[in-house]
C-alpha cells in the first residue's frame, strides 16, 4: 500500500489544525466569564454529543441494544462510568441471548 504525498499533507494538515483548534478552546475557557446559566450551558455539551452519538445506534439496531441503553442510563444516576459501561455491556449481552 502506498501514500500519496499530496493524502498525506492533506491529513497532517488537518491533524494541526484540529489540534490547534483544540488548544484554542482550552486556552479561551480559562479567559471566560460566564454567567451561571451560560456555565450551565457549556456544562451541558459532553452528554448531549454523548447522547448524539449513542441514541441512534441504540435505538435503530435492535431490542436487545435499546434495552440495554435504558439500564445503563439507570445505572449511570448511581454508578462510575466503568461500572455503567460494565453495566451496559452485561445487559447487552444479557438480552442478545434471551432476545
Same mark, same amino acid.
Given at each position: 500500500?502506498?501514500? =500519496?504525498? *499530496?493524502? *498525506?499533507? $492533506?491529513?497532517?494538515?488537518? %491533524?494541526?489544525?484540529?489540534?490547534?483548534?483544540?488548544?484554542?478552546?482550552?486556552?479561551?475557557? #480559562? !479567559? /471566560? =466569564?460566564?454567567?451561571?446559566? +451560560?456555565?450551565? %450551558?457549556?456544562?451541558?455539551?459532553?452528554?448531549?454529543?454523548?447522547? %448524539?452519538?449513542?441514541?441512534?445506534?441504540? /435505538?435503530?439496531?435492535?431490542? +436487545?441494544?435499546?434495552? $440495554? $441503553?435504558?439500564? $445503563?442510563? /439507570?445505572? +449511570?444516576? !448511581?454508578?462510575? *462510568?466503568?461500572?455503567?459501561?460494565?453495566? #451496559?455491556?452485561? +445487559?447487552?449481552?444479557? *438480552?442478545?441471548?434471551?432476545?
Amino acid at each position: 500500500m502506498t501514500l =500519496d504525498p *499530496l493524502n *498525506l499533507i $492533506a491529513i497532517l494538515g488537518m %491533524a494541526v489544525v484540529t489540534y490547534f483548534t483544540r488548544l484554542a478552546g482550552l486556552a479561551l475557557a #480559562g !479567559r /471566560l =466569564d460566564l454567567s451561571p446559566r +451560560a456555565q450551565a %450551558a457549556f456544562d451541558a455539551i459532553p452528554p448531549a454529543v454523548l447522547i %448524539a452519538v449513542i441514541a441512534p445506534s441504540a /435505538l435503530a439496531t435492535g431490542w +436487545a441494544e435499546t434495552g $440495554a $441503553a435504558v439500564i $445503563a442510563a /439507570l445505572a +449511570a444516576t !448511581r454508578l462510575p *462510568l466503568l461500572g455503567v459501561v460494565g453495566v #451496559g455491556v452485561v +445487559a447487552v449481552v444479557a *438480552l442478545r441471548a434471551v432476545i
